[in-house]
Nanobody, 125 residues
């Protein structure tokens, strides 16, 4: 089994920055793909970013150019640097991980086997 624990959420002013972290433990050798999703109240879970084992990264349209995903494989940790935050970025952010998946399915929450508990990000003045 794999456990994922997120940290780094909080309250930030519009235009500000936050960095989320997600540390994996357990059977981490099975983790190849790591990503971030978010879910605002009353909305579906939304794809934010993904980091493949190959080093490729992809982003959701709404965060492209503002967010950056990175990972430290030695620490089994993935990060999400969020800049130029907007009120509409307010959501619970979830870390997700799985084995190898095709980029065709990267935006589907059902493609990921393991999930963290989520961390709240609130962007407000």
């Amino acid at each position: 089994q794999v456990q994922l624990v997120e940290s780094g959420g909080g309250l930030v002013l519009p235009g500000g920055s936050l960095r989320l972290s997600c540390a994996g433990s357990g059977r981490t050798f099975s983790i190849i793909t790591m990503g971030w999703f978010r879910q605002a109240p009353g909305k579906e879970r939304e794809f934010v970013a993904v980091s493949f084992g190959s080093g490729s990264t992809y982003y959701g349209d709404s965060v492209q150019g503002r967010f950056t995903i990175s990972r430290d494989n030695a620490k089994n940790t993935v990060y999400l640097q969020m800049n130029s935050l907007k009120p509409e970025d307010t959501a619970v952010y979830y870390c997700a991980a799985t084995r190898v998946i095709s980029s065709t399915f990267m935006k589907r929450p059902s493609s990921y086997e393991y999930w963290g508990q989520g961390t709240q990000v609130t962007v407000s003045s």
